[in-house]
């Protein structure tokens, strides 16, 4: 029932090529309220269209991602049905905008005014709370990771498929030479040391090239290759 209307919900605000709705959505980004306010009183329905020509975003979307809290509080006190709505390419509800973008704030928010969206499944099964912390593993924030996936053990299944990637959280740490948030991965879920991405390259061989093969000590198994692995410090 409820993914029926969500899919109804985005089918009825797509398409548009109207100027209220461009602006609307820059509106939204800039945090104009002043200016999204005069929209909403002249056409409603405005800014809950979705951008067929980019990414297929509204303006609660791109609120949500530039971290602009305010304009998208004012969206949702006129119509609740904003935190609802998916945007096009990848089935991804405000909250997945916020989260991909690490806007902590606007996360916090929605689960307060809308807690079961936190919970929402994109069009490859993942909930902003996945995509949350894939941000914090590039950003090495390892004590959010900590708090996100001791309260949702099943996003360290994340997958990034930013950029045609397709990697892992602790590819990210490793790519990004965090070392405390690569060895608290590692530790959370062992089997990160020999996860491939789609370029076919190991979180080690990323590991390595950071010079943090020390991290990988503890869970390399006695008849791996290490032979291949300069630097893994074991």
């Given at each position: ?44 329905e405005a800014v809950f269209c979705l ?21 998208l509080k004012l969206l949702h006190s ?78 360290l299944d994340a997958i990034d498929y ?73």
């Amino acid at each position: 029932m409820a993914t029926g209307l969500m899919r109804s919900l985005t089918s009825k605000f797509a398409h548009d090529d109207g100027k209220d709705w461009d602006k609307a959505r820059d509106a939204a980004a800039k945090g104009d309220l002043q200016m999204l306010e005069a929209i909403i009183k002249r056409n409603p329905e405005a800014v809950f269209c979705l951008d067929g020509k980019s990414k297929g975003m509204n303006a609660a979307h791109r609120a949500a991602a530039s971290g602009q809290l305010e304009a998208l509080k004012l969206l949702h006190s006129k119509n609740r049905i904003v935190l609802q709505i998916k945007d096009e390419k990848r089935g991804w509800f405000a909250a997945h905008w916020a989260a991909q973008e690490g806007q902590n704030d606007v996360v916090a928010w929605i689960g307060q005014v809308c807690a079961h969206s936190l919970s929402m499944p994109d069009s490859r099964g993942q909930t902003p709370w996945h995509l949350l912390l894939l941000h914090k593993a590039k950003q090495g924030d390892w004590r959010g990771i900590r708090a996100i996936a001791g309260l949702y053990p099943e996003t360290l299944d994340a997958i990034d498929y930013e950029f045609g990637a397709e990697c892992s959280a602790a590819h990210l740490a490793a790519k990004h030479g965090h070392k405390r948030t690569l060895a608290l991965l590692l530790n959370m879920k062992p089997e990160f040391v020999h996860c491939k991405d789609c370029m076919d390259r190991s979180v080690k061989d990323y590991a390595v090239e950071k010079g943090l093969g020390c991290v990988l000590s503890n869970f390399v198994s006695a008849d791996d290759e290490v032979e291949q692995l300069p630097g893994l410090g074991i």
